[in-house]
C-alpha cells in the first residue's frame, strides 16, 4: 500500500546542514512510530531518530543535538534535518516505520560529507 520515497541527499562539506525528505504515496498517519535509517559503507543499518505520531522523538546519542526529526501528517511526509555534519555522517539514509517493515524501504538517498 504504502511507497517511500527518500530523497534530499547530497555531497556537502563537514559542518554542513542537508534535510531530508521521506514522502510516502500512502497515508502513514496509522503508523505510530517513523525512523530514519542510515547504513554507512562496510556497516550494518542503524536507526538514526524516531518520532511518534505524537511528536515525541528520540535520536541516536551520535546525532543528538545535529538531528532533528519531524513530520507533517497532511503532507505524509517525514524529514531528517541535519547540521554539523560530519564524516562519519556519511552513509545511505533510508525512513521506514521504527521498527522497521520489510516491504516498506525505500532506495535510500545518499549523504557525502567530505571536504
Known amino acids: 500500500q504504502v511507497q517511500l520515497v527518500e530523497s534530499g541527499g547530497g555531497l556537502v562539506q563537514p559542518g554542513g546542514s542537508l534535510r531530508l525528505s521521506c514522502a510516502a504515496s500512502?497515508?502513514?498517519?496509522?503508523?505510530?512510530?517513523m525512523g530514519w535509517y542510515r547504513q554507512a559503507p562496510g556497516k550494518e543499518r542503524e536507526l538514526v531518530a524516531v518520532?511518534?505520531?505524537?511528536?515525541?522523538?528520540n535520536y541516536r546519542d551520535s546525532v543528538k543535538g545535529r538531528f532533528t526529526i519531524s513530520r507533517d501528517n497532511a503532507k505524509n511526509t517525514v524529514y531528517l534535518q541535519m547540521n554539523s555534519l560530519k564524516p562519519e555522517d556519511t552513509a545511505v539514509y533510508y525512513c521506514?516505520?521504527?521498527?522497521?517493515?520489510?516491504?516498506?524501504w525505500g532506495q535510500g538517498t545518499l549523504v557525502t560529507v567530505s571536504s
Open positions: 521506514n516505520a521504527a521498527p522497521y517493515i520489510v516491504g516498506l
Open positions: 500512502g497515508s502513514i498517519f496509522s503508523i505510530n512510530a
Open positions: 518520532i511518534t505520531s505524537g511528536g515525541s522523538t
